[in-house]
């Protein structure tokens, strides 16, 4: 049974906490940006990701606070000056990050505050962290506001114009190393994501040729109460169904197994478990084989 929540007819307040609870864990973007008095301010929002690459684009929101509906200093100096530095949060960091996310006065440093280290950057104003791994300088394309009342946002749109990424997150591939950069996520209340070991999943499925599909596999296969709903879709993401000549060595290979139709799903989730969905299904199929 499911709960339903009609927006307008909750408090702000519990309708955000559903939203964030719900859409979790999310990116956090650092937000460095300086007034017209020259003064840097430091902020996290976690309404934010990439929405394009060509132009480079990043998009955060800065809300209304539901309290009062006043809004934000990053708000306000991006409205004034058109820029901002987006830094990233590595698990490193992020309890320093958890200090500046305070409601200091105006005027007042979250760098001084939380201890991290201002750096010049090279084509806008405000300073970047030193300590984050990756910078982005950003040129303020766009502010959309999203309504007037508490709670609502001001979209935000962001060309990078810049990135500075530490060569200690680069793989040997060229590429960041998610286990290096060692990112948090914003999750509802306090609750956070620290997006690099076990919680690290790969997930290879091919996007540019054609796979099998669910419905194209056998019905027992379909209805099995052994296999759950991610290791029939590993089934499904095959790109083709095994050749006679594949189902013939799964046969001698796993013999012993096969007059046991729980054995057989057990061996498969072995498979499906390291990711050998052909040689899953091929077993599976000496199912059908022998029905047949």
Not at 251 to 271: P, R, S
């Amino acid at each position: 049974m499911k709960r339903k929540i009609y927006p307008g007819k909750i408090p702000t307040r519990d309708l955000h906490q559903f939203l964030l609870g719900a859409v979790a864990p999310r990116p956090i973007a650092f937000v460095g940006t300086i007034d017209e008095n020259g003064n840097d301010n430091l902020a996290p929002y976690s309404f934010f990701n990439v929405f394009s690459s060509n132009p480079p684009m990043a998009v955060f929101s800065s809300n209304r606070r539901v309290v009062d509906n006043t809004t934000k200093d990053t708000l306000h100096n991006i409205e004034k000056n058109k820029e901002c530095v987006i830094n990233v949060v590595s698990h490193s960091i992020v309890r320093q990050m958890a200090v500046s996310s305070v409601q200091f006065d105006p005027g007042v440093s979250e760098y001084e505050k939380s201890g991290l280290t201002p750096v010049d950057s090279e084509l806008v104003k405000p300073k970047r962290v030193l300590e984050s791994p990756v910078n982005m300088e950003c040129k303020v394309q766009q502010i959309i506001p999203l309504g007037s009342h508490g709670g609502a946002g001001h979209l935000i749109l962001c060309e990078i114009v810049l990135m500075h990424i530490n060569e200690s997150v680069i793989d040997e591939n060229d590429r960041i190393d998610p286990h290096k950069i060692d990112l948090m996520g914003r999750n509802g209340r306090a609750y956070y994501t620290r997006s690099s070991g076990d919680a690290i999943e790969t997930i290879v499925q091919a996007v540019t040729e054609m796979v099998i599909g669910y419905d194209a596999l056998p019905k027992f296969i379909r209805e099995s109460e052994q296999l759950n709903g991610n290791e029939i879709g590993q089934l499904a993401g095959n790109t083709r169904f095994p050749t006679a000549e594949e189902i013939d060595e799964i046969q001698i290979e796993y013999q012993e197994n096969l007059n046991d139709n729980e054995q057989i799903m057990c061996k498969a989730k072995e498979l499906l478990q390291d990711d050998n969905r052909l040689k899953a299904l091929s077993l599976l199929m000496t199912q059908v084989k022998k029905e047949s």
